[in-house]
């Protein structure tokens, strides 16, 4: 439980922070007198309820008229107050969302923190303080699009609806209190004792036994409901999936393939579904019963006091309404039980997300990346390896210097593009030192990203289109050959990579964003792979006209073409030398 409320408290932190934290809390506070002000109207129309069917009894339709109007100025004066309640509860929620989701991301975002999480390389993955975690946390989006909505807008309801139910709880048995003045006599069963306002003691055995029954009916409920969210992102992600690779999947016939993995992860939600709805039906069968005899029982608990004479049948209507108000204030468990179990699931994992991507922004590097003066990059003593701790690359010192052509050659599966990582600062694995340039520098990656949006918006990436002018995008694209799809228009909903772009078009367009960023240094990766040589070397030529005095720096299965005078840097390690077999001569004997 302290668990739980640490949770709690850390998510409460980040809705809370920054500008206007205190605003928000003062709402809240405005809120919470809007709720309570549904107790003070809930004793008012006790009060009523004793009013009107005295008036009943004693056949008096004068005042029995009147108190219809008073219930009138009542229900329009409570239905005020809780619309407006509701109008700044919304604006709250919309907040306080805001503000976690905002954090979140910034979370998510800094240092890196998605990259090193996707990828596993940072470390404590058993950290004492954190757990296992980072082995569960799937389904980033969903953490951060449904959890924070799931906790804001549960956590307010819940909170709220506590709030009030402990304030009027005090109000209500104050006033039962008062109306019980009489004993509960057990001398009709053979007992001899009489219980003092007895209706107090029965509200709170009743609600107790019935709490502790719900808990231990509904307590799997967390555990299924994590994993039912965790079933259906899962289903969803291979639909989306899909959706990013038609030519893929049509061109392979693949739709049997696919159908199969639909199947299967769909089988997946149904099967967690049935366990889910089995567990809430066994928790209905009491809860659901409970909340329609709630109303009920207090007037079957206060007949005794009724039949000995103690009260009126107005009295009794009475005793009945404030009783039912103490045992549904009591209930609030009883009747959030299920919410309860899903804000408590949100949370958890919309917490350990959070925790675990602050770790993964603070991965320790074992490559030193250093600043240096002067126009060169040097590697020394570079060891690249794997998560694991295999030897991918060892580089004793290269320099490379500003202006050059570099490239980078070696085998498939070397690690040329873990190199490139390295020197993007991004691959924790290894040792030494790269002291690059204080200068700008384009990282091209294998696979082009584009945004959502336009072709503009795809070509400025990561500045904005608005950077730039229209000129200046326009020549860009006709430089690369592409000037014919200048005005197209990304489909926002699109999750293809190259939104139907062909893979050839997509690297002309990822290679025109040099022409725009200008940098200094440009690192590529298989930029050309799906140009034909000419296209190559046309487009390479074209770049280094256009940029004389960047460094490139690039890693390909050929050699780049169109880049006049190219550096070979073989990255394989050196072949090992054949010992020598030793000459054996013969002898007759």
Known sequence: MSQVFAQFWR?????????????SLALFAVIVALD??????????VGWTGAFYGALEAMDGTEAVRQVGIFGLIVAANSARHLIGQLLRKRLEMLWRGRLTDRALDIWLSNKAYWHMAN??????????????????????????DDCRIFVTTLLGEVLDMISRIVGLFS???????????????????????????????????????????????????????????????FRFALARLRGNYDEVAMSNGERAERDIFDA??????????????????????????????????LFVALPGYLAGHVAFGGLMQLSTAFSSVVTSLSWFIFSYRDLADLVASSSRLDNFLETAKVAGATSRGIVQDRAPGPTLTLRDVKLTTPEGRTLLDLSETTIHQGEAVWLRGASGLGKTTLMKALAGLWPHGSGTVSAPDATTAFLPQRP????????????????????????????????????????????????????LSGGEQQRLALARLLLLKP?????????????????????????????????????HREPQGLEEVRVIDLSPPAPKTPSTPLSISVPA
């Open 265 to 298: 992860r769909f089988g997946a939600v149904v099967a967690n579904w049935k366990k889910l709805v089995n567990r809430e039906l066994i928790l209905g069968c009491f809860t659901y019963p409970f909340n329609h005899a709630v109303l009920r029982i207090p």
């Open 11 to 23: 998510l409460m932190k980040l809705c809370l922070a920054g500008p206007g934290g205190k605003w």
């Open 172 to 234: 209500y048995l104050a006033l039962l209190w008062s109306l019980t003045n009489f004993p509960l006599s057990l001398a009709p069963i053979g007992i001899n004792v009489e219980i003092p306002n007895y209706m107090i003691w029965a509200a709170f055995i009743y609600v107790a036994l019935s709490s502790l029954l719900t808990h231990a009916l509904g307590y799997p409920l967390k555990g299924l409901l994590v994993e039912q969210q965790r079933r259906e992102a899962n």
């Open 120 to 145: 596993a390389t940072f470390a404590h993955w058993n950290d004492k303080t954190l757990g296992p975690r980072g082995v569960g946390i799937d389904n980033v989006d969903q953490r951060i699009a």
């Open 520 to 556: 200094d240094w440009a690192l590529l990766d298989e930029p050309a792979s799906a140009l034909d040589q000419p296209a190559e070397e046309a487009i390479l030529s074209m770049l280094r006209c256009e940029l004389p005095e960047t460094t490139f720096i690039i890693v390909a």
């Open 449 to 500: 990203y584009f945004p959502i949006g336009t072709v503009r918006d795809a070509l400025a990436y990561p500045q904005k289109a608005a950077d730039f002018s229209d000129e200046a995008l326009d020549t860009a694209l006709e430089k690369v050959g592409l000037g014919q799809i200048a005005g197209l228009e990304f489909g926002r909903s699109d999750t293809r990579t190259g939104h139907g």
């Open 36 to 45: 309570l002000g549904g107790v003070y109207a809930t004793i008012l129309i």
